[in-house]
């Protein structure tokens, strides 16, 4: 293995995420999104079950997305103005590359419980976070009110047992690193005496 550990350590310590409203083009290109998802894929799973999978919205899908997201906030606010849905709308064009993480849980299986699963989609979810920031970009999660709707689930065919968690926008980044101040390392530590 030719990693450098202190490349490793140095990217997890220095990764933030940045606003998709802070991302212009380019965003990683087809070979790129191919390795983010081969990062994911190097996410812990355990029993193998890979309890999520990763949704590309490209360009030509954005105006498809927008029309998602108008019908996603009429569902929620059948009274919504023009400006409200016209914000929605936005929602779709933001980002240069727009990733959707579906978990998929299997509440019967027992073994791995659905916990695991959903660590599972989480260090999957910080696999392509990461590896996107390693690559230079610039990334956020963002979820919102809109996957949630049975529109929204409707027109992505989110099947019954799935959960849309969440959109990963990305992009390469047009202002310095903004970063929350991390807690110290202490505070999260504990020792068990037994
Ligand atoms: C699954 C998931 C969904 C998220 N959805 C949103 C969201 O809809 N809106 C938002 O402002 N932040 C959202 N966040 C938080 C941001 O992605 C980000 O993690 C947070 O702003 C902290 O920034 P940092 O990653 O630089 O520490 C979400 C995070 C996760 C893990």
Known sequence: MDLS??????AILSRHSVSPKRVVAPG??????LELIAAAAAAPDHGKLRPWRFINFPQISRGAL?????AA????????????LSRAREKASRAPVVLGLVLRLDHQIGIPHVDDQLVSGGAALQNVLLASH???FG?????????????FRTALDIADDEIFLCF???GTPTTAPKRNARPAPEALLTQWQG
């Open 134 to 136: 390693a690559m230079g």
């Open 5 to 10: 550990r202190n490349d490793v350590i140095n």
């Open 66 to 70: 927008a029309d998602v997201f108008e």
């Open 139 to 151: 990334a956020r999660a963002l979820s919102g009110q809109a996957v949630r709707t049975q529109a």
């Open 73 to 84: 906030l009429l569902e929620r606010m059948p009274d919504a103005n023009a400006e409200a």
């Open 168 to 170: 990963i926008a990305i």
């Open 28 to 33: 990683p290109d087809q070979a790129q999104i």
